[in-house]
């Protein structure tokens, strides 16, 4: 018995017994609870021709709705970035067909398919302060901010939900988003 292993024959000059593989994805193959502003990477075992690796050789879908995003590369890692977040509570397959290929390419022998979900709905966090609670010795003419975990509407940053109290008494200024 003679056993011949290599890559599929393509247009490209051919490394036999070395083929792309797909050895890691974040999110996990049937991770749940996945975040809504999770930013997708697939790794490969080698360098890739990053030009075989775009938005049809790689893609996210949810049901039959391919979810918009934007893809780049470092070392041997893809990363796809959603350009909205992903929908709470719903099933994602991620994609990699054998149209990717190898810096030499060779090409994927078969399409990488994996799955993942989301989990609850990302809540908008205040996730720092300047100055922080209970800061002491704070100048008097301080500029007062608050970063939250996620982009806001702009519209909903205002004088009636951004406040500062003295003493239970507001304190007038100007809000502003940034």
């Not at 021709?49 to 039959?64: A, C, H, K, M, Y």
């Not at 796809?80 to 994602?92: K, Q």
């Amino acid at each position: 018995v003679l056993f011949f292993i290599g890559c599929a024959k393509d247009d490209f000059i051919e490394t036999v017994g070395i083929c792309p593989l797909v050895i890691a994805t974040d999110p996990l193959n049937l991770e749940t609870s996945v975040a809504l502003n999770k930013v997708i990477t697939v790794t490969f075992n080698e360098e890739m021709n990053w030009s075989t690796v775009n938005e049809d050789s790689f893609t996210i879908v949810t049901g039959t709705t391919a979810v918009a995003g934007v893809i780049t590369f470092d070392g041997a890692m893809a990363t796809f970035v959603p350009v909205v977040p992903l929908a709470a509570g719903s099933t994602y397959i991620g994609k990699i067909t054998t149209d990717a290929m190898d810096a030499n390419g060779n090409a994927l022998q078969e399409d990488y398919i994996w799955t993942f979900s989301t989990g609850i709905e990302l809540l908008p966090l205040v996730v720092a302060s300047d100055p922080i609670a209970d800061e002491v010795g704070v100048v008097l003419n301080k500029l007062i901010t608050a970063t939250f975990n996620m982009p806001m509407d702009a519209l909903t940053i205002n004088s009636n939900t951004f406040t500062i109290t003295q003493g239970g008494v507001p304190i007038a200024g100007v809000v502003s988003y940034t």
